[in-house]
């Protein structure tokens, strides 16, 4: 197989977290646990595992197979040697610079057959995808479980106002570049070979900007706060993150927008808690409501009460299930309000309270109890 063009700008043995010379045992074992660990099912509130997961079995998929990887490391070998045109090699991006702005260009075609474009024929700069940005959304127990929208206040780049993203100065506009005639890529001959590399007087645009904007020198961008309205849905957990396709930073020649990723920040409630799908609830009851048995009102995160009944014997820790009081559930439906009880015992008994329980001391029969631990210390010596 001919070396991919995207094997330039991807490290795929740092992507599986191992050594140049790794093993095929030791990259099937990476890749394994990678595959584990970030497959889709298994991250439901992380939107990023997908991509993660894709990333890893690209990796695996090129240095599992004999061929593949050979080719792969050869690309590598030139790239950290300062092959003519490579923009030179370090540990962990070999291609950083790239070969001719990141494109093989002439090379991969002279040298493994992929039909490369031909001498003269430069490539344009590809587009690049804008930088995902980051931010915060704290929220209230009762807001995270019934969904919510909100206004969050984020920093990053964006496109120049002044110049609307063109870099170029109010009333001008960039011009075509004479040196590339606008194809942003010269052709230089290295011996037999012809390598593309950037034009060095538009930088590889294509274009030129004789009057730059004043506001942004001519980068068509500025780092500036904006406003970001952002859906939460309902039943979202803490440590969630929300995916806002498009809004991030601006992409350049041509390249999409990044995203915002929002990480949810949910506050403990003092009542209840969340346990996936289900809210939790702890109450206290009594030793004789706990004995005799007994009905209970108990709130639900609807702001609603519900009586429960707690039947004669309950032990402490037991839980109850009320149903559809709970979060909303990802495919539809609601899950359940789980009450635990305990049974709360004096710390200073009144004296009348001490006077009944040594009454009902005295009736209770703890012979069994004490037969058997006394049966056991027996057979222990």
Not at 234 to 247: C, F
Request: hydrophobic share 30%; aromatic share 4%.
């Amino acid at each position: 197989m001919a070396p991919q063009r995207e094997w330039l700008e991807k490290d795929y043995y740092a992507a599986l977290g191992v050594a140049d010379d790794a093993s095929a045992d030791d990259i099937k074992k990476a890749y394994r646990k990678l595959a584990r660990k970030n497959h889709p099912d298994a991250n439901p509130e992380d939107p990023s595992a997908e991509q993660r997961f894709k990333d890893v079995g690209e990796a695996y998929g090129v240095l599992s197979d004999v061929t593949k990887r050979r080719e792969y490391d050869e690309l590598r070998r030139l790239g950290a040697a300062g092959f003519p045109g490579a923009g030179g090699g370090r540990p962990g991006d070999p291609f950083g610079g790239g070969f001719a702005g990141g494109d093989l260009g002439d090379l991969l075609g002279q040298m493994f057959g992929q039909g490369g474009a031909g001498r003269g024929a430069a490539r344009p700069r590809r587009a690049r995808r804008g930088r995902d940005l980051r931010a915060d959304v704290h929220l209230t127990f009762e807001d995270a479980l019934a969904g919510v929208r909100t206004t969050l206040r984020i920093t990053g780049d964006g496109a120049c106002d002044t110049c609307k993203g063109s870099g170029a100065a109010p009333g001008t506009s960039p011009v075509r570049c004479e040196t590339c005639g606008g194809r942003g890529q010269v052709t230089v001959d290295q011996g037999p070979f012809s390598f593309a590399q950037p034009c060095g007087r538009c930088g590889g645009r294509g274009q030129r900007i004789e009057t730059p904007c004043a506001t942004c020198d001519g980068s068509g961008r500025v780092v500036k706060p904006r406003q970001l309205t952002v859906k939460v849905p309902a039943g979202v957990k803490d440590g969630a993150v929300i995916r806002v396709a498009g809004r991030g930073g601006p992409g350049a020649d041509g390249g999409p927008a990044g995203d915002v990723l929002v990480s949810v920040h949910v506050a403990p409630h003092p009542l209840f808690g969340r346990r996936g799908d289900d809210v939790t609830l702890e109450v206290s009851i009594t030793y004789a409501e706990a004995a005799l048995g007994t009905k209970l009102t108990v709130p639900t995160p609807s702001g609603n009460t519900r009586t429960i009944k707690i039947p004669a014997g309950t032990t402490s820790g037991r839980t109850l299930r009320v149903k559809g009081e709970g979060g909303p559930k990802r495919g539809g439906g609601t899950g359940d309000l789980r009450v635990t009880v305990r049974i709360e015992v004096p710390s200073r008994p009144s004296r009348e309270q001490k006077r009944l329980l040594e009454q009902l001391a005295e009736l209770d029969d703890t012979s069994a109890r004490d037969a058997d631990l006394l049966g056991a210390v027996a057979r222990d010596s």
